[in-house]
């Protein structure tokens, strides 16, 4: 038996894609308290897991409904999509925007010029090349 002893109430976490970042992401959600359950098409992704990671795995094509609704989306408080592929990111995040209506919605995007468009849909976006870009650009400044 689990107990709360915070008023917090826990939050369920959907992420989708346990490559690097979507499988770092699921463990320390994991040892934080919440409930997080990581989707995968290749069941191979998971063991990129920590052996002390205390979500759920489901292993399916996150651009299928069913395997959307078989996590339990229409519950979830957060979904982070981190596949590989923009489209299919974009895809998961307008799903739970708009037919789920999740407030908490991330999702990465390659592309850096589409990520201003999806940010007015209430999605937030995470682009590695402009994060990489400032953060460079920041490491130089530091040597000036
Ligand atoms: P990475 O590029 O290391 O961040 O890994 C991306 C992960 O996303 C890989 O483990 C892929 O198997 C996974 N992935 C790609 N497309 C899908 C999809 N449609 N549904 C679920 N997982 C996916």
């Keep these: 038996m689990r ?3 915070s008023s917090k109430p826990v939050q369920s976490t959907i992420i989708v894609g346990c490559g690097r970042l979507g499988a770092n992401l699921a463990n320390t959600l ?6 997080v359950t990581i989707i995968d098409k290749d069941e191979r992704s998971f063991r990129k897991l920590s052996p002390s990671y205390g979500g759920l795995t489901y292993v399916g094509d996150a651009t299928d409904i069913s395997v959307l609704k078989a996590v339990g989306i229409e519950k979830a408080d957060a979904v982070v999509s981190v596949t590989n592929f923009d489209n299919t990111n974009i895809m998961v995040a307008q799903i739970a925007r708009e037919e789920y209506n ?3 919605v991330v999702c ?4 850096p010029e589409r990520e201003c468009i999806y940010q007015e849909f209430g999605i937030s976006t995470i682009c590695p090349a402009v994060l990489s870009e400032k953060e460079i650009s920041k490491l130089l400044s530091e040597k000036e």
């Excluded at 994991?30 to 409930?35: A, E, K, L, T, V």
């Excluded at 990465?108 to 592309?111: F, I, K, Q, T």
């Design 108 to 111: 990465r995007l390659y592309d």
């Design 30 to 35: 994991s040892n934080s308290d919440g409930n």
């Design 102 to 104: 999740i407030k908490n």
């Design 3 to 5: 107990f709360f002893s």
